[in-house]
């Protein structure tokens, strides 16, 4: 195995362990930076988990409901 697989392994792993950066892993691209996320309090970071859990769930019903969509396609009714 080469090194970037070790690495990535271990980068990985580390996030597992550290709650801090497994959300600023979620929320550091949509501009909450891991600094900001350090200095909350523990129910303001539970409010984040949230918040991310609601976003992935969201995700995997629109992700559901396109493919349902794209593979039943309303018919036209033929008034346009």
Known sequence: QH???CEGR??????ERDPV???AAFYA???ITPETIRQMSL???AVLREGR????ED???LIAAGIALAYNPK??????
């Open 43 to 45: 129910a303001d970071r």
């Open 53 to 56: 859990a609601r976003w992935y």
């Open 59 to 61: 995700s995997r019903w």
């Open 10 to 15: 271990h980068r990985k792993k580390l996030i």
């Open 29 to 31: 691209p949509r501009g």
């Open 75 to 80: 018919e036209e009714d033929g008034n346009g």
């Open 3 to 5: 090194a970037g697989h």
């Open 21 to 23: 950066l497994d959300l």
